[in-house]
């Protein structure tokens, strides 16, 4: 009965985009919620707007603050925003760091590619200069 009661007292707070507008036409608070809230649910407190068609974002960066300092989890999306607007510092993500170490991989791997067609080029045109 104990442990019950401590999982509905500690429910995680949430920094999550809430979604309104027309259709097609979406533009999004970004909201404190509890975890296990419905994603348009009624949220604890309203922090900022973000429109993704005109770039447009509003941050309440004191009411941002205390809540992050409560132990607030922002979401993957509203932590960039918040990277973008200054709040939290920048972090190298894994799924990032390991997409960029395959471009660097195939910038490598196209550029040995067409240093040995170039040699080969060149071998051929060594041979026919010779006959």
Do not use: W
């Not at 509003?58 to 607007?85: F, Y």
């Not at 471009?103 to 051929?124: P, Y």
């Amino acid at each position: 009965m104990i442990l019950l009661l401590k999982t509905h007292l500690f429910k995680m707070i949430k920094l999550r985009l809430k979604r309104f507008g027309k259709k097609k036409e979406a533009s999004f608070r970004i909201v404190a919620c509890n975890s296990t809230s419905r994603r348009d649910g009624r949220p604890l407190q309203e922090l900022g707007f973000y429109n993704p068609r005109t770039k447009e974002t509003r941050l309440d960066t004191e009411a941002l603050r205390i809540r992050l300092t409560q132990g607030a989890q922002p979401t993957n999306v509203v932590r960039t925003l918040l990277e973008k607007g200054g709040l939290l510092e920048k972090i190298e993500r894994p799924s990032i760091a390991i997409g960029k170490a395959k471009l660097e991989k195939e910038k490598v791997d196209k550029a040995q590619t067409k240093e040995v067609e170039n040699d080969s080029a060149k071998a051929e045109n060594d041979s026919n200069e010779e006959v």
